[in-house]
């Protein structure tokens, strides 16, 4: 179809074509014969649907309490928000985490060769090291880093713990050792001190008295020649303990702020402070979100920026996949939420990204699981050309209207912080811990009820899924700070871990006895009837580890022959699957037959209703539906199973 002269060009960032469009009327026949579509006719479509229900519930809310409405006009007057230059491509960065120094660098050597831009050296007891890393020994840093050109443009980030701070001393020295000049080492040295002290709960010295020194150990690394940036203001750690968005911001906009005041005090000009400071926040499958936060943190430092008497310009933000979001059972799936989240911070603006592979739950990662965690990046950056536009996302409504509040709630608890005292005595008193500590129980309840679905964990397990392949190395002990517990650490963990408890227990059971715990679906009416509730239920009860079996092609309506083929399949525990309907003329029938079986306890897929104290009296004890707690109710099933 001929397109007129084009007046305006956009680029697709799908496949970096350049597309010629232009709002010359009738110049595409088709669509001029269609009116442009408004806001007020996509919400009677919408309110058709509703049948009268509130418009409003179609919005949904953040852990932060943010608004999602569920259409938006664009954005008028908005701006792109400056990161990265126009183009460019983030940094790949790969994790090198075997405790084995040879093995680590033949690791880091294949990285470089096929793609990675970029090396994160994870050292024992460091945040995310999950188990493994590096010792800090000067022998183990130089075996690493042999044949390795670090004035070769690649980026070198240190994943630090308090105990092994002082490899960054080492490496300077390695690096002088070999005649290259320090400006010409993109090195990142992640001092943390303020995550450190959040992750532990340890510190030697109060943060008035460990200030200067720390102040002094970066004037230091600076005036050796190094550009830096030396400082991390590092989110991870929130995000990790079942932190919201706004908490993630606000935590590594007050390290920031700490580390920026210390620096000044040390003697540091501020706009050597501001330079020597970056940022790492964590992204995951929440697309949207992970999108807003990575530009909302941008915003938020330029307004400390401006607060300061500078001139603002783009800080260093990197990204690490998310460990919370990532599962043991079915790792594949990791895979997608982990290119859902690498997405999101590139569209964000990310400068750099690790990518945890999908395996890393289980143990330490294989070459498979490594390539995959590189190529996931590569694909994103070379066949659908995510880094060619710059904030592709500006001017989205949806975008700017989360972006926006992002920034308000974060900066409410920044001031709230530093009404404090600042980070560190927000976190000496437990503010910040108690504040992470109730989206953290919010979000527990949300996967227990399976509102917050996580595939092949809570949702759409598979009990007979293959074992995915890791390293045979053994974890390394991680060195622990010499230093008092003052505050509570904050915790670390993955939502999938109560029904990865639940599954753990039924292998185990499965080695010692040859079996998988079951329960007995029984399907009353036609398959028409029960297919619907029996294939609820089996999702529903395997999520747990507990196998559910159904023998009979159709459902049963003869009572002693129910009971019959209960007592055959060798299941304690029984769910009656049916149609409201059906369960109005079979349930009482049906769940006495199975009481006469020997059955311990009787299930009943569906919502009770008005019919609740009816199915009761009948012999049901429990119920399962949309939105039950269905942790409870699994724990309660293992418990009977072992009775």
Not at 255 to 267: F, I, K, T
Not at 380 to 397: F, H, I, M, Y
């Amino acid at each position: 179809m001929p397109i007129a002269a084009p007046n305006r060009l956009a680029v697709c960032a799908a496949r970096g074509i350049l597309i010629a469009m232009t709002d010359t009327e009738n110049s595409v026949p088709l669509v001029a014969d269609f009116s442009p579509a408004r806001h007020d006719e996509w919400r009677k479509l919408a309110e058709a649907v509703l049948k009268g229900a509130a418009f409003e519930r179609l919005t949904s809310k953040t852990y932060d309490g943010l608004a999602i409405e569920p259409l938006y006009a664009r954005a008028a007057n908005a701006h792109a928000i400056i990161g990265r230059a126009p183009g460019k491509a983030w940094t790949v960065l790969q994790r090198v985490d075997h405790p084995d120094p040879a093995a680590a660098n033949a690791q880091a050597l294949d990285d470089l060769e096929n793609g990675a831009t970029g090396l994160v050296l994870v050292f024992a007891g460091s945040l995310n090291a999950n188990g493994y890393g590096l010792d800090a020994s000067t022998a183990t840093l130089t075996r690493v880093l042999d044949g390795i050109h670090l004035d070769a443009g690649i980026a070198i980030d240190i994943n630090l713990s308090p105990a092994t701070r002082g490899v960054v001393r080492d490496l300077a020295d390695l690096i002088r050792s070999r005649g290259i000049s320090p400006s010409s080492v993109d090195l990142r040295t992640s001092f943390n001190p303020v995550g450190g002290f959040a992750a532990s709960g340890r510190r030697p010295r109060r943060w008035d008295e460990m200030s200067g020194d720390f102040a002094a150990v970066i004037g230091r690394v600076a005036d050796a020649g190094f550009r830096g940036p030396l400082v991390v203001a590092d989110g991870r750690v929130i995000h990790n303990a079942g932190g919201s968005e706004a908490q993630e911001l606000a935590f590594a906009l007050a390290s920031a702020v700490s580390y920026l005041r210390a620096l000044e005090a040390g003697g540091m000009p501020l706009d050597a402070a501001r330079d020597a400071i970056y940022f790492r926040l964590s992204a995951d499958a929440e697309q949207l979100l992970t999108m807003a936060k990575f530009r909302a943190i941008r915003r938020l430092w330029a307004r400390v920026e401006d607060a300061c008497g500078l001139v603002a310009k783009p800080a260093l933000v990197t990204a690490e996949t998310a460990w919370r979001m990532l599962t043991k059972r079915d790792p594949h799936v990791n895979i997608l939420r982990t290119t859902i989240a690498v997405a999101a911070a590139g569209l964000g603006g990310a400068d750099a990204i690790v990518a945890l592979p999908h395996t890393a739950p289980l143990g330490l990662p294989d070459a498979f699981a490594r390539r995959v965690a590189r190529n996931i990046q590569l694909v994103l950056l070379e066949e659908s050309n995510l880094a060619r536009v710059t904030d592709p996302s500006a001017g989205s409504g949806a975008l700017e209207a989360l972006t926006e509040q992002m920034c308000a709630a974060a900066w409410l608890l920044f001031q709230e912080i530093e009404s404090a005292g600042g980070i560190w005595s927000a976190l000496e008193n437990g503010l910040v811990q108690q504040k992470v500590a109730a989206v953290r129980a919010e979000r527990e309840k949300a996967v227990a009820h399976r509102k917050d679905i996580l595939t092949g964990s809570n949702e759409y397990p598979d009990l007979h899924e293959a074992a995915s392949a890791i390293l045979n190395v053994a974890a390394v002990t991680s060195p622990i700070e010499d230093a008092p517990v003052i505050a509570a650490a904050l915790p670390r963990m993955r939502l999938a871990e109560p029904f990865e408890r639940l599954r753990d227990l039924s292998d185990q059971i499965l080695a010692r006895t040859g079996a998988r715990p079951k329960i007995f679906l029984a399907c009353l009416g036609t398959p028409a009837d029960f297919t619907p509730r029996a294939t609820f239920a089996k999702n529903f009860f395997e999520a747990g580890g507990i196998e559910a079996i159904n023998e009979a092609e159709s459902g049963e309506d003869d009572a002693s022959a129910l009971g019959a083929t209960f007592s055959a399949s060798g299941a304690p525990l029984a769910c009656l699957c049916a149609a409201d309907k059906t369960y109005e003329r079979e349930a009482a029938k049906a769940a006495a037959a199975l009481k006469s079986a020997g059955a311990r306890h009787l299930y009943l897929a569906g919502r009770p209703g008005t019919r609740e104290a009816a199915l009761r009296s009948a012999g049901i004890q429990s119920f399962i539906y949309e939105g039950c707690d269905a942790l409870a109710v699994l724990e309660a099933a293992h418990e009977l199973i072992a009775s």
